[in-house]
């Protein structure tokens, strides 16, 4: 029989094949020119770099993340790159009445909303399973839940608008990987409800895309910090990856990965659980205390 890596590699060559055949991806920035975007996680990482791509294409922007110093700067940058407008508003997402308030001031400082990007992160700690329950419980709040009042806010703007919803995940809410229980259970739970939500509107034939980004290992200040010498992976860059977010958005897809390969990856995982876990654990370097 074939070993489980043949096996894989010879699924990953179908499965490429079938992508590069259906992938077709008719990007026209011009439709983004004073598009009225929010953008969540704003101030750093991922979502600063959506933030610049919004900018360039001439979009009205509203920035929000904790750090009122830091989104002035992002603010001003937007400015400088064309933004057509741009505010922003700091909000600590682990404060739930917080998401209602951040919409609110979006769509009264822009009229409307043609764009959600929902991208924040609380702290991820990259390390064995502590028995923290306390801290799943904050990340779950700001990871998860901020996530559902924040769309639910701003579906009605979307709706009149024919809008789009962005949630930004993770591999790890697809496969579940080492180092990371909580924030694996929060971007499991995005998928779950996101993609039930999807469902829901377009039975209800709305007027509103959702589109889960599946990301990889970006090379953000805050990811290489937690996961160096833990992982075997290289990082992937975070304008290209931001980018890619945009577009799909744009393009109204339900799902986007980034980079392209982690599509044939849960693909394989799906197929040969086993093997594709054992494979995966070696790219975690583990040493016992």
């Known amino acids: 029989a074939m070993k489980p890596i043949g096996k894989v590699l010879c699924a990953t060559g179908v499965v490429a094949g079938l992508m590069a055949f259906f ?29 610049y791509h919004y900018a360039r294409f001439g979009a009205e922007i509203v920035l929000t993340a904790r750090r009122e110093a830091v989104l002035q700067k992002v603010m001003e940058k937007c400015l400088t790159l ?18 209602e308030k951040v919409v609110q001031f979006a769509v009264q400082k822009l ?24 801290y799943t419980r904050w990340l779950m709040q700001v990871n998860f839940l901020s996530y559902v009042a924040l769309a ?4 009605p703007t979307l709706e009149k608008n024919r809008g789009a919803l962005m949630v930004v995940s993770s591999l790890t809410g697809k496969m ?9 259970a929060t971007k499991f739970a995005l998928d779950g409800f996101f993609g039930s939500l999807r469902h829901e509107l377009i039975l209800q034939k709305s007027n509103v895309s959702v589109t889960l980004c599946i990301l990889g290992l970006i090379d953000t200040e805050s990811a290489l910090e937690h996961t160096r010498g833990r992982v075997h992976l290289s990082a992937s860059p975070a304008p290209e990856a931001a980018l890619a977010i945009v577009r799909a958005g ?6 986007v990965f980034y980079p392209r390969w982690l599509q044939q990856l849960c693909c394989l995982w799906a197929l040969f659980p086993g093997s594709g876990n054992q494979v995966l654990r070696a ?6 205390p």
Not at 250 to 255: F, I, K, L, S, T
Request: net charge negative.
């Open 152 to 155: 639910t806010a701003a579906l």
């Open 82 to 99: 064309g933004a057509k407008n741009v505010f922003y508003i700091p909000a600590d997402m682990s404060s739930p009445s917080e998401p």
């Open 283 to 288: 790219f975690y370097n583990y040493s016992s």
């Open 250 to 255: 744009a393009a109204r897809a339900h799902e």
């Open 176 to 184: 579940p990987t080492p180092f990371t229980t909580s924030y694996s």
């Open 111 to 134: 009229g409307g909303l043609d764009y959600l990007v929902l991208n924040h992160v609380g702290t991820n700690r990259f390390q064995l399973w502590t028995g923290d329950v306390a």
């Open 23 to 51: 992938w077709n991806d008719d990007f026209n920035p011009e439709r983004l020119s004073g598009a009225r975007v929010l953008v969540t996680g704003a101030s750093a990482g991922i979502g600063e770099q959506i933030a």
